[in-house]
């Protein structure tokens, strides 16, 4: 006989009552990345956005919309005067962190945070 234990959070109640999601872009390179912007779309069909002037080293800019999955349109960037882009979507459901890492490579790496 086993046991079975269920983990409320992560259940569409326990994503109901936490509420938010989340888009976080990390800056992971040596150096500042200029306008950073994260555009996204609720899944209402509203359109969100949230701007880094200067995103320095270590440094994140998130983009939080309430009881809403949120769906990534794109993120853009001036990586040392060279526009930069990733606009391969992601989705966001209430109660979850969807993470874009920005490296020194100038590729984009995506996560799940919890």
């Not at 555009?39 to 995103?55: C, E, M, P």
Request: net charge negative; proline share 4%.
């Amino acid at each position: 006989m086993g046991i079975v234990v269920a983990e409320p959070w992560d259940t569409y109640w326990g994503r109901a009552i936490r509420g938010v999601s989340r888009l976080k872009v990390e800056n992971l390179s040596p150096h500042v990345l200029d306008d950073v912007t994260i555009l996204a779309q609720d899944a209402g069909g509203r359109k969100h956005s949230s701007v880094a002037q200067r995103l320095q080293p270590g440094q994140t800019v998130r983009l939080d919309v309430r009881t809403s999955d949120l769906y990534l349109v794109s993120v853009t960037w001036n990586d040392q005067g060279t526009p930069k882009g990733f606009s391969e979507g992601g989705l966001a459901c209430r109660g979850e962190v969807y993470v874009i890492e920005l490296p020194e490579d100038g590729s984009a790496r995506t996560h799940y945070e919890r």
